[in-house]
């Protein structure tokens, strides 16, 4: 019979140049049904140039119109209801047909098979023009990608042209859109219209559907796991959601938000084609009412908008956003702990637990905060000092070894160092301040010349000092002291000069065994 035929496929096998033997032999299907389907749609002048834009449903009844309708003996299921349930989490046809049956054996009225219920139900979705539930359900997915299509903005001071570039955003159920305006593709532009995405939505869905952007994705092998950039699966994890990627070159993957990506062009690029635009905010709000205007705009085949199905069937079923919106963060790999119990970051200092001097950390930085990790485990987390700061220092008391007080070098600590070496060191390190417009820039400098204590006996650092003040070098840094103690000038109280170099004291030609060089 030609009604178990898909006289769709047999169009499309057509028009592939098959015959109608070859049709049948390769789908299984009689010569006579395929044949009937081929003498049906000459008669009709349906062609799969018209075919391929119909339902299955459709094209068998433009060709057989009103064959194959009998009267059921069986009671009928609310269809729009069977339809409507299959939308929610963990809803089944076969739960569905269960509970169907359940009613029909109360009501003592026959029973429909398995088979037969899904065979109608599809039967029914393609009337009503709507796929079928079955794949895609209300809430639990959103596909993401950025348009390939851009747009412009103009400086209207310089005349200079910038691209603006789209994020596109669909739920494959409903079909809504979101669109997000962005002058660059970086991961933080990437993060922020998933922020944006989700306030405009009203809630969260279990899993985000992204191309494999390497703003989200830093590998997809065909054999093991997704690795997802640091950032990306945080924001995830802040909504709750999962990241599974597309395969790669397989954009049928994620099919709703790849014909967004066509509409969007339409709707909101070529829409716009006309207009100017000055400042991304004015851009923003123009694509937002050509948006509007997208989700609004009734469907060809299927009742209702994608607004209305939305707000009727999907936006119940989203999850509940986070108290706060996900705070974009930067990650920097494989700083070092210093001695001093503290990491540098933007030329200020943040302490880390002691037990971790020496030990390699990771950076996360936000608009605020300053988190540092150790592989998995959050070391600390600090304020971050105003960027026109340098030199400072933010710790932890709990950070400190126990019956130590550590605390960051000042002014009076160098000085009392000096102190302790030599009046002669004191008025060297007293030039280093003297030398800068902000103290702390002194701070390194005058530790360097301190620290060769540790190398050289103080009485000797001491003796260099005495000894470099008598040259014509006033502001004398650790370059000048360390050739000093290393040819041991300071214990003859001597020191090497020549004509030209006055920048610090160098080895003379008695050190070369004589002659000039």
């Known amino acids: 019979m030609v009604r178990r035929i898909k006289a769709k496929l047999v169009l499309q096998l057509r028009s592939q140049g098959l015959s109608g033997r070859a049709i049948a032999a390769g789908q299984g299907m009689s010569r ?14 349906l062609g799969w140039d018209r075919a391929e834009g119909m339902s299955d449903g459709q094209v068998y009844e433009v060709l057989f119109p009103g064959r194959g309708v009998r ?14 349930e299959l939308a929610r989490v963990g809803v089944t046809l076969r739960l569905l047909h269960q509970e169907y049956a359940d009613a029909a054996v109360r009501d003592r009225q026959p029973v429909m098979s398995y088979d037969r ?46 691209k603006v570039y789209l994020f596109v955003a669909c739920l494959p ?36 559907v992204p191309d494999n952007l390497k703003t989200g994705v830093i590998s997809h092998p065909r054999e093991g796991e997704v690795v997802l950039n640091d950032a990306y699966r945080e924001l995830a994890g802040h909504y709750s959601a999962a990241v599974l990627p597309g395969r790669v070159r397989h954009p049928k993957d994620k099919p709703s938000v790849e014909n967004t990506v066509a509409h969007v062009a339409t709707w909101v690029i070529a829409g716009l084609r006309s207009e100017t635009f000055t400042t991304l905010s004015g851009l923003q709000a123009r694509i937002r009412e050509r948006v509007d205007a997208y989700n609004t705009t009734p469907f060809q085949k299927r009742e209702g908008s994608r607004r209305s199905v939305f707000a009727s069937e999907e936006r119940p ?27 540098v970051w933007s030329k200020n200092y943040y302490s880390v637990p002691f037990a971790h001097i020496g030990a390699k950390v990771d950076l996360r930085l936000t608009q605020s905060m300053i988190e540092i990790y150790r592989g998995d485990e ?12 340098s030199n400072k220092y933010r710790t932890n008391d709990a950070d400190l070894p126990e019956g130590r007080g550590w605390q960051p070098w000042d002014r009076t600590r160098i000085d009392a160092w000096a102190d302790r070496v030599g009046p ?27 620290r060769l204590t540790r190398r050289f006996s103080p009485a000797r650092v001491e003796a ?40 610090g004291y160098v080895r003379g030609s008695d050190y070369y065994a004589g002659g000039t060089r």
């Open 464 to 503: 260099a000092c005495q000894l470099a003040l008598r040259g014509p070098v006033r502001n004398i840094r650790y370059a000048h002291l360390r050739p000093i103690l290393d040819t041991g000038q300071d214990k003859t109280g001597q020191s090497v000069e020549t004509a030209d170099e006055v920048g």
């Open 32 to 45: 006579h049904s395929v044949q009937a389907v081929i003498d049906a749609a000459e008669e009709a002048g």
């Open 424 to 450: 002669a060191t004191k008025t060297v390190t007293d030039r280093v301040f003297e030398s800068v417009p902000i103290a702390e820039q002194a701070h390194d400098p005058a530790l360097a010349i301190l």
């Open 71 to 84: 009267e059921s003996v069986f009671a009928q299921p609310d269809w729009g209801r069977v339809h409507r």
């Open 317 to 343: 079923l989203l999850g509940t956003l986070p108290a706060a919106p996900f705070e974009i963060s930067q990650w920097v790999y494989g700083r070092k702990v210093g001695r001093n119990g503290h990491v």
């Open 117 to 162: 219920f899904c065979r109608l139900y599809a039967d029914y979705a393609a009337v009503l023009g709507a796929s079928s539930r079955v794949g895609h359900k209300a809430g639990r997915s959103v596909e993401v990608d950025w348009s390939g299509p851009t747009m412009e903005l103009l400086d209207p001071t310089t005349g200079e042209v910038s």
């Open 378 to 389: 959050r070391l600390a987390s600090h304020l971050l000092l105003p960027s026109n700061t």
């Open 173 to 208: 159920f409903s079909r809504f859109a979101f669109v997000q305006a962005s002058l660059d593709m970086r991961q933080e532009a990437w993060l922020r219209a998933h922020v944006a995405m989700f306030e405009f939505f009203g809630g969260t869905v279990p899993r985000i």
